[in-house]
């Protein structure tokens, strides 16, 4: 993030505000050709650094935009500030992570396998099918809780116990009836402690169920203020509670063989449905937790290393996820979709509770039912045959087979 000075030149307008980021951006990108050599690509909310072998992408940001983003002045002329989610999606990528990010570097230069730590908590996490429900961020801060509040231990010492520790507080925390605090740059004093511990009461109903405080966030727990849900939260409490069990078992019986990659292989039995992928078509398969002995190659970069100046390769672009977008767009009323965003091939369905029960007709809600007549009552259920159809529809190149697993589904 490439935060600029703050000007009154800069206008008060938020289209203005993108144009002259973009136009920073072209700059940006003409300099770095022009001195250094370096392939850029500028598009209007980041720049995009192809520099011997790495892609860099760089954001300019004004700290006024997301207030700027706030703001809006009626007909009559008042100016009227109300929250939205663009506004506070930026400040989250603008403000909050470079922050983070910074205090998070400090610690890492305290105790070095934290880095460690957190790779494997957010690898575990991922494998499950919990990424979108315990985002890295948050996985980060978990992962800071364990070396910046140890007791009645001391801090991890290596990636292995950090890691059994983690499984550990994700199980064992109350998390209904407290907070967890994490006392980044210890900022924190004894009445700061007693104060989020009392607003967290106050609120408790209104607030995360997973609610993450820290120096610079007290109240809101930004970090999963999203997700995960009740449910999702219990679940993985019980997974990472049976992960944990496996990975003693393997410690204190020195006849087991020692994988931690047991842990990291998801129960897929407890789902609806599983849309299994091309695994040619799945960029990141060699990070899969079960790689295959040899993967698909597009090509190779001739000459060894990749030399700055070169042409630009294909940056951000993954079908996996381009289609969970687009399943979750068309059918996140009716299901919910899993996947390992690193060489998972298998996308996991799960029917929600009310996709089973049959509604009133309504031509505004039959996407994806079909009418049901019984005397003079009509009313709608799902069509689970064309919503079926569709995943392969819609990932036509991607899907190898869809398996619908009937006997679980509750009619």
């Known amino acids: 993030i490439c935060h600029m000075e703050g000007s009154g030149k800069w206008p008060h307008d938020r289209l203005a ?168 740059n210890n900022q924190l004093t004894a009445a700061d402690y007693t104060e989020i511990k009392n607003d967290f009461m106050a609120s408790r109903d209104s607030l995360p169920v997973m609610f993450l405080a820290t120096p610079k966030d007290k109240k809101l727990s930004l970090w999963t203020r999203r997700a995960p849900s009740i449910q999702m939260l219990q679940r993985v409490m019980m997974v990472a509670a049976e992960s944990l069990k496996v990975l003693e078992c393997q410690l204190m019986d020195g006849s087991q063989m020692q994988d931690v990659r047991v842990v990291m292989r998801p129960p897929l039995e407890a789902y609806d449905v599983l849309i299994h992928l091309n695994p040619n078509q799945v960029p990141l398969l060699g990070q899969a937790v079960d790689p295959p002995a040899v993967t698909f190659n597009r090509g190779v970069v001739p000459n060894g290393a990749p030399q700055s100046g070169g042409p630009l390769p294909v940056i951000d672009y993954n079908p996996v996820t381009l289609y969970l977008m687009e399943l979750r767009e068309a059918f996140g009323d009716l299901a919910l979709f899993f996947c390992d965003p690193y060489g998972g091939t298998v996308i996991s369905v799960l029917w929600k509770p009310k996709t089973f029960v049959s509604a009133p007709f309504k031509t505004s809600q039959i996407t994806a039912r079909t009418v049901e007549v019984t005397g003079e009552e009509v009313k709608t259920i799902p069509n689970f045959g064309a919503i079926l159809e569709d995943f392969r529809i819609l990932g036509k190149g991607l899907v190898k087979s869809v398996e619908a697993k009937t006997e679980k589904w509750a009619f």
Request: charged letters at 20%; proline letters at 6%; hydrophobic letters at 45%.
């Open 17 to 184: 505000i993108r144009h002259i980021r973009a136009a920073f951006h072209i700059s940006l990108a003409e300099l770095l050709k022009k001195d250094h050599n370096y392939t850029c690509r500028p598009c209007p909310t980041h720049l995009d650094v192809w520099k011997n072998g790495l892609a860099f992408r760089i954001q300019v940001a004004y700290h006024r935009e997301p207030q700027v983003l706030r703001e809006r002045v009626t007909a009559e002329g008042l100016l009227v500030v109300r929250d939205n989610e663009e506004a506070q999606a930026l400040e989250m990528a603008t403000i909050h992570k470079p922050l983070l990010t910074s205090m998070l570097h400090g610690l890492q230069q305290q105790h070095p396998c934290f880095g460690a730590v957190c790779r494997l908590a957010k690898r575990w996490l991922a494998a499950q099918l919990f990424s979108d429900e315990i985002t890295e961020d948050a996985a980060d801060l978990l992962v800071a809780s364990l070396f910046l509040q140890p007791a009645p231990f001391t801090a991890p010492g290596s990636p292995q116990v950090g890691f059994l520790r983690f499984l550990h507080l994700l199980s064992s925390f109350d998390w209904r009836n407290n907070p967890l605090v994490v006392n980044l």
